[in-house]
């Protein structure tokens, strides 16, 4: 997240150096960005790795999926990843859950407060090469 920015400083600032009409300008900008940052805003993966396909299963031509369910926590960690279906069962499980631990989100926002959000699901795909 970005550095904090205490606003009356800001104001003080500008109102130092510029007339009056342009620090009511500038205030008039600033109360718009401080509202704007408190808007709703989803859960956003930001970053993360792409599962590791197991060698073996690739070289034999082997495919499948994996369900999991995970929590991500107010500073967009994952935590708390379970496996919830597995096809072929337990092949996939470890490659999917180490790639989970990489993913990193933009927290969910409601009504200016950052929430934990529970339960996600995700499936991952292990394509088998043609």
Known sequence: MGKSVNI???IGA????????ICALAMGLLASCTVQQLANQPLQLVKGN???YPAVLKAEGI???V???YDVTRQGRVVNARIVAS???GLFDTAALQALGSWRFKPQVREGEVE???GMT?????????
């Open 116 to 118: 934990a959000v529970l």
């Open 14 to 21: 500008v109102c130092r150096f510029f007339r009056p009409s």
């Open 122 to 130: 995700s499936t991952l795909e292990f394509r088998a090469p043609q």
């Open 63 to 65: 495919g499948g999926q």
């Open 50 to 52: 792409a599962p590791i």
């Open 87 to 89: 096809e072929p069962s």
């Open 67 to 69: 369900t999991v369910q």
């Open 8 to 10: 009356e400083d800001v």
